[in-house]
């Protein structure tokens, strides 16, 4: 294929250049496609799951500004939970158990206390961002009901899967850096998504609500008080402050993600299997930052790149990478959500349109997800801040908000919508 505008000798060095970096970055290409490809399977059944929420998000106004809040979250905290681990495999600190005085357990302690949290301050936020804007919205309690209980239960699977990752990556030799962030990613849209839509049935029962946003509240406080009590449990401590305010302005970042699609909900209603491209396509551009951000926080904690302005050539080997990656991923997204929406009888406005909106908003996205990996870890790492626990909450929240302006950019301008 000839490239316009270059000579000969120039197509040549670029062809050059482009087999040796495969060459040199084969495994991880391979591991990071293969963790990529699982991730846009399991980001599309949930794509298909928010695609048949139709109604319930009907009945429900102002639901939608919370979901992607709610499916960041999983990503933000447990992603995040991955990238620590997968330095601690990398520095020999991961011991392959879970104990509460160790660090593997600490970090779950810190990562359940946070999903408590987080899940309370989304709600609040989604109810007053969308007040803010003049959205019809359903009462704070049940904003809290759906964040909290939706997002516990699907909480435990999500940690599960993440434990899961972290001990088959050490049996089996992966690179945790290479397959965390697209996998737990993954794994929280799938759960996240009818987690939510299950615990929209407590709604209209009596004051469930009502008891359910009270119980969270104290339990928000018990375990504030159990932090100040366990001083031995430096771990869990750090974790649990150094990430809370990072994951509350992600979480902010998400409700206004989910105030965009709320603002264009009716273009998504003529046509629901553009709703089925949001999980998918929002976490995979999550999971290619996500990927970039692990990758240069395991650098910078062993030294083997320097936290400057202007990468590297290691760090400009890893930013190909992710653009390499983001080729097939976004092109795979928008065919197998158009085949699977017309399998499932939901509309598209056609192949040639899904294709071409999830490659032009996917080259959009994925330009945002590496500037905003990679000056988050090196800021933070300046500033002697540890990048596993701003890297991942950034990218993947900021990925939510730049990936859905992408697409709806994207959207208007190839016509699909007004």
Request: aromatic residues 8%; hydrophobic residues 55%.
């Amino acid at each position: 294929m000839k490239m316009p505008g270059l000579s000969a000798s120039s197509r040549r060095l670029i062809r050059r250049r482009f087999v040796a970096l495969i060459g040199r970055q084969r495994t991880n290409f391979r591991q990071g496609m293969a963790a990529l490809l699982v991730s846009s399977a399991g980001d599309l059944a949930a794509g298909l799951a928010l695609g048949f929420m139709t109604g319930t998000l009907e009945r429900f106004p102002g639901l939608i500004v919370l979901v992607p809040a709610a499916i960041g979250m999983r990503g933000n905290i447990f992603g995040a939970l991955g990238s620590r681990l997968g330095t601690a495999i990398h520095t020999g600190e991961f011991e392959g158990r879970v104990e509460r005085r160790n660090l593997a357990g600490q970090n779950v302690m810190a990562s359940a206390a946070l999903t408590l949290y987080v899940s309370i301050a989304l709600a609040v936020l989604a109810k007053e961002v969308a007040r803010l804007f003049d959205v019809e919205t359903i009462p704070l309690s049940h904003y809290i009901t759906v964040s909290v209980v939706g997002g516990l239960l699907s909480s435990l699977v999500v940690l599960a899967i993440t434990l899961w990752v972290a001990t088959m990556s050490v049996r089996r030799g992966w690179d945790m850096d290479n397959v965390a962030a697209p996998v737990v990613t993954a794994a929280g849209d799938l759960v996240t998504l009818p987690a939510l839509w299950l615990t929209t049935f407590l709604l209209p029962v009596g004051r469930t609500p009502e008891v359910v946003a009270l119980l969270s509240v104290f339990g928000a406080v018990v375990t504030t008080l159990y932090q100040l009590r366990r001083w031995e449990l430096a771990v869990f401590r750090r974790v649990v402050r150094s990430s809370l305010a990072v994951l509350i302005i992600a979480g902010l970042v998400d409700v206004v993600a989910g105030l965009t699609i709320e603002k264009r909900l009716e273009s998504f209603l003529l046509y629901p299997g553009l709703l089925v491209l949001i999980p998918p396509f929002l976490e995979d551009a999550g999971a290619l930052g996500g990927i970039l951000s692990a990758r240069l926080s395991s650098k910078l904690h062993l030294g083997s790149i320097p936290p400057q302005a202007i990468p590297s050539s290691r760090s400009w080997e890893d930013i190909s990478l992710t653009y390499i990656l983001g080729v097939p991923v976004f092109f795979f997204v928008g065919l197998s959500g158009t085949i699977v929406s017309h399998a499932v009888g939901l509309d598209t406005p056609g192949l040639v349109q899904m294709l071409s909106l999830t490659m032009l908003a996917g080259a959009i996205a994925t330009t945002g997800a590496i500037f905003v990996a990679y000056y988050t870890a090196m800021i933070s790492f300046r500033h002697g801040l540890d990048p596993d626990n701003y890297g991942i909450p950034v990218v993947t929240s900021s990925m939510d908000l730049i990936g859905a302006v992408a697409l709806i950019l994207s959207m208007v301008w190839l016509g699909i919508a007004g």
